[in-house]
């Protein structure tokens, strides 16, 4: 079936008229339809067959480009005109963006096709899915299980064959994480490889667009599409894209692979574990030479981040007023119960709660002991990464402590926190990260981080697919649509 | 008791981009309500500011113009609040490191010494939009089209004693934003606008409580609101009171200031770095070509007047003190007119006239040219100073030449020496008591001689003349 190929395959298919864009977009959206896995905030069929005839027209007159007519799904927190844009929060649930992100624009440009907007926590905070004002979604491997946050909706997505790929936003491990547990290939680019203009900021030192696919290649294929300097963006890089598929094919003979003795201490699933030390071996066997090494800081990412983060978001979080979009309240009395009420009802609990923190770490008389303090640890946690760079070409790691948990079984924020460890220092020292499929633990899907230097997804993608070449992990797909 | 009063001003300049400073949207004045704002000035989710270079460029000019440190590193940072003009819940400023750092500038004084004021820091930022609160009885009405106006906020050192000073310091600012080209100054649009820190404390004693008068729009004003400020808070200490440290709005209605928000009432306004925008790097190049391009700045065009002029340095501070009054005055000298007698015409009789009828120099009824051929009529004694008033009037009145009038009115002196001798002689013979009186030692007599000659003659006699040959015949 179709569903089951790659973006790749996608592609060839649509070369060899084997489908049209039409027929693959309307097979795309009879899957959505029946699937039970709550990924979809807004499902954009009539946009989506419109797309996909536009882009049928475009491939008959050989105007095309190689992703034209490859149908989507978009993470609801990128801007698209037009269409409700809504971040998973009740805050935005009557918002149509006037205007589309540089990311919308790009893949509107090369005629694909968007399915629709997919599910996540509200503004992108959360490690479940949970958070989302649209409910949970589901896990496709096991219904009962969480499939991870905050890009839950395009896991889940990708992982059920009901879109070929799709976006995703990762600010402490939101692509990496649902990656790894809905088992799929999730790349977190270097901080500043995509443009984050029109993509609602959750904590924007820190937030990266990436793709979430089947395979390390269709990453590198939907990567190029979506990287780029953008001068909209300041902190987008001026730097020069290459072909990300290029390089696809290298040997790893030789490449040295750091393992960080941090990443495999007390804490971390036995069976995670095992899935892990069995993907470095498959490594080993490929000629790579793995060496311990350490990043003695990484302890502290978890206060790190969640100090930095919520300071951002809680001035991100201040443009929702009631004043000008999106959520009011019912009869505001004077300007500060449009402000208490707008806000106190409009946003979720955690969302609530991350604003809370972050105003308070900023607030005079703190901000030198949690803010400042919390810059000083990231640059500490760069530094160990750096370090280690000098002696290791990647390293590699577990991306979450344990596979996909229970629905509604973490209840203390704080633990919900500590599920972020192996992802937050990433994002804090601005690297490239990668989730593979790598095996199985309690059957589900258990993913293996690969963690590069800053501008190395080549490398990263490279590695990724030699693994992909040697295992199958990556083309099973749950049966639950 | 005797008290002292210590001043520091804010002043919030509207720099002169075509664009604003985070975003694309025209920067320009009057337009329809909220049709100036686009999706970034509106605050909408995901838009990100890009730095208008053009404002960091005005920044440049402005720091070097008072001979400022540049720092070459500095950052933007987010200022929290909530307003409803405030459309993304914060101002994207400059806070711990402005480009500016420090500088000074010299203010004349009363007495006609200078003084210079330090400059603590400028540092650029975003505007608010306009809260409207009389349009509408159950609403504020919001207009977004100023929000992201490129503002400079120059800082000073609270080194001004008194509100003459303060407005001697904002003038010389104002004039200088204007000579480098970065503000247009206009104050009643809102592109000049002061803040002024006042406190009042003993001879010999530590600064005292400071209370802040937010959003002076005028020199007047800005005189008044000092004043009554300074009045009141000696009011309060000689009662025995303390000054409370707080926010203040001066009512040019009632002529009084009211206090806006206690120092407890204030907001944290929790800064941080904005993640959003790369620190601005300037390096020597970019400074080295800004400074190549700096026009000849007040204090450099006002030591080239008394230099190359000879001017005093009333006249040239005085000359210099608005830039479109110097390019008049020098287009005058260009044309070769007297130096001096041309500086008193410009300050006095045009200055008083323009300053009457308030106008702008720029929009003088009577052109550089046209007083330069006055002044002239005057030099080559076709006409005396008096009677050039005269003509001045006629010609900002009816907008004719110097020469037309002159001869219209038939107003050219008399330097015919007979025909003057024979109108003294008249006069002398019709005065007889008064010669003898002068005869007898009553010089201050010549005075009363001259104006009869220049009574029979309606002015037009020579002066010069009319005294050499009073002292002949008199003698």
């Known amino acids: ?481 | 008791m005797t008290w002292e009063t210590v001043i520091g001003l804010e002043i919030h300049t509207q720099l002169k981009t075509k664009s604003k400073i985070f975003s694309g949207a025209s920067t320009e004045f009057g337009a329809k309500a909220n049709t100036q704002a686009c999706a970034v000035d509106l605050g909408f989710p995901g838009v990100l500011p890009v730095l208008n270079k053009e404002a960091v460029r005005m920044a440049l000019r402005f720091g070097l113009a008072v001979n400022a440190t540049i720092n070459k590193h500095s950052i933007f940072a987010r200022k929290n609040y909530f307003y409803p003009d405030l459309p993304k819940g914060y101002q994207i400023s400059q806070f711990e490191i402005p480009i500016v750092g420090n500088g000074a500038i010299d203010i004349p004084l009363d007495n006609g010494e200078m003084k210079m004021v330090g400059i603590t820091r400028a540092h650029l930022e975003e505007d608010a939009g306009k809260s409207i609160h009389d349009l509408y009885d159950d609403y504020t009405a919001i207009d977004l089209n100023r929000a992201g106006t490129p503002l400079l906020e120059i800082v000073s050192e609270p080194d001004m004693s008194n509100a003459k000073e303060a407005v001697a310091y904002a003038k010389k600012i104002h004039t200088l934003v204007q000579y480098i080209d970065i503000c247009d100054g206009n104050m009643q649009e809102g592109s000049f606008r002061c803040d002024a820190n006042v406190s009042v404390r003993r001879v010999g004693e530590g600064l005292g409580t400071r209370a802040e008068i937010k959003n002076i729009n005028s020199f007047k004003f800005l005189e008044k609101a000092i004043n009554l400020e300074v009045e009141r808070q000696i009011d309060i200490l000689e009662d025995g009171g303390s000054v409370a440290q707080e926010t203040r709005l001066y009512d040019s209605i009632k002529n009084e200031t009211r206090s806006m928000r206690s120092k407890e009432e204030a907001n944290d306004y929790r800064y941080f770095p904005d993640p959003d925008l790369l620190p601005v790097v300037i390096d020597d190049e970019l400074l080295k070509e800004i400074k190549d391009r700096l026009p000849e700045l007040p204090s450099e065009k006002k030591a080239r007047f008394i230099d190359n002029f000879g001017l005093s340095e009333y006249d040239a501070e005085n000359l210099t003190s608005q830039k479109a009054m110097a390019d008049y005055y020098e287009i005058i000298i260009d044309k070769g007119a007297d130096v001096k007698l041309s500086a008193n015409w410009v300050m006095g009789e045009l200055s008083a006239s323009l300053n009457k009828n308030q106008i702008d120099i720029q929009d003088s009824p009577i052109s550089a040219p046209e007083l330069f051929n006055l002044i002239s009529r005057i030099t080559d004694n076709t006409i005396s100073g008096k009677i050039a008033k005269d003509v001045f009037r006629l010609m900002w009145d009816e907008k004719r030449s110097v020469d037309e009038i002159i001869k219209d009115q038939d107003l050219e002196q008399m330097t015919d020496v007979g025909a003057l001798e024979l109108v003294i002689d008249e006069i002398i013979a019709k005065n007889l008591n008064q010669v003898e009186q002068f005869k007898n030692g009553n010089t201050k007599l010549l005075g009363f001689f001259v104006g009869q000659v220049m009574k029979a003659t309606q002015g037009k006699a020579n002066p010069k003349q009319v005294n050499q040959i009073l002292n002949d015949r008199l003698s």
């Not at chain 1, 409700?84 to 992100?101: E, H, N, Q, V």
């Not at chain 1, 990708?158 to 692509?175: E, K, L, M, N």
């Not at chain 1, 499929?437 to 997804?457: D, M, R, T, Y």
């Open chain 1, 1 to 481: 079936m179709m569903h089951n190929l790659s973006v790749a395959g996608l592609i060839k298919g649509l070369k060899n008229k084997d489908f049209s864009s039409v027929e693959l977009t309307q097979h795309y959206l009879n899957r959505i339809n029946k699937s039970k896995l709550n990924a979809f905030i807004s499902v954009t069929e009539d946009l989506a067959l419109a797309q996909a005839n536009a882009a049928d027209l475009k491939i008959a007159k050989g105007d095309n480009t190689l992703l034209t007519g490859i149908p989507y799904a978009h993470k609801d927190i990128f801007c698209t005109k037009g269409v409700k844009t809504s971040a998973g929060s009740k805050m935005l649930d009557s918002f149509i963006s006037p205007y589309d992100a540089t990311l919308s624009h790009k893949f509107n440009s090369e005629n694909m096709v968007m399915l629709g907007k997919t599910n996540m926590d509200e503004f992108a905070m959360g490690s479940s899915n949970e958070n989302s004002y649209y409910g949970p979604v589901k896990n496709p491997w096991n219904l009962k299980k969480i499939p991870g946050g905050s890009s839950g909706g395009s896991a889940a997505a990708v992982a059920s064959r009901i879109a070929p790929f799709a976006t995703g936003t990762d600010t402490g491990g939101s692509i990496r994480q649902p990656a790894s547990l809905c088992g799929i290939t999730g790349l977190k680019p270097t901080y500043g490889r995509i443009s984050r203009y029109g993509m609602i900021a959750y904590a924007s030192s820190l937030d990266q667009a990436g793709p979430m696919t089947q395979t390390a290649e269709d990453a590198a294929i939907v990567l190029n599409a979506m990287a780029g300097f953008d001068n909209k963006d300041s902190t987008s890089a001026p730097k020069e894209t290459p072909d990300y598929t290029k390089q696809l094919t290298n040997s790893l003979d030789g490449l040295k692979i750091g393992l960080p003795k941090e990443f495999f201490s007390s804490g971390l699933d036995e069976g995670t574990e095992k899935v892990v030390m069995n993907a470095i071996k498959e490594y080993e066997l490929m000629g790579a030479k793995i060496q311990e090494v350490s990043l003695p800081n990484s302890m502290h990412a978890i206060p790190t981040y969640y100090i930095v983060a919520p300071c951002e978001c809680s001035s991100n979080l201040s443009r929702f007023d009631g004043v000008r979009y999106g959520y009011r309240c019912e009869d505001p009395k004077d300007l500060d119960d449009l402000y208490l009420r707008s806000r106190s009802e409009g946003f979720g609990k955690e969302v609530k709660r991350r604003i809370m923190i972050g105003a308070y770490a900023l607030s005079a008389g703190y901000y030198d002991a949690y803010y400042l303090k919390a810059q000083k640890v990231r640059q500490l946690i760069s530094e160990d990464f750096k370090k280690a760079f000098q002696s290791v070409d990647v390293i590699m790691g577990p991306v979450s402590p344990t596979p996909a948990f229970d629905l509604g079984s973490v209840k203390d924020p704080v633990s919900m926190y500590l599920a972020d460890i192996y992802t937050l220092s990433v994002n804090l020292a601005g690297l490239p990260g990668m989730s593979i499929p790598a095996g199985f633990s309690k059957e589900l899907p258990v993913g293996l981080q690969l963690i590069g230097n800053h501008w190395s997804e080549e490398l990263l993608l490279n590695t990724a697919h030699q693994f992909q070449l040697k295992t199958d992990w990556h083309t099973s797909s749950p049966i639950e649509l």
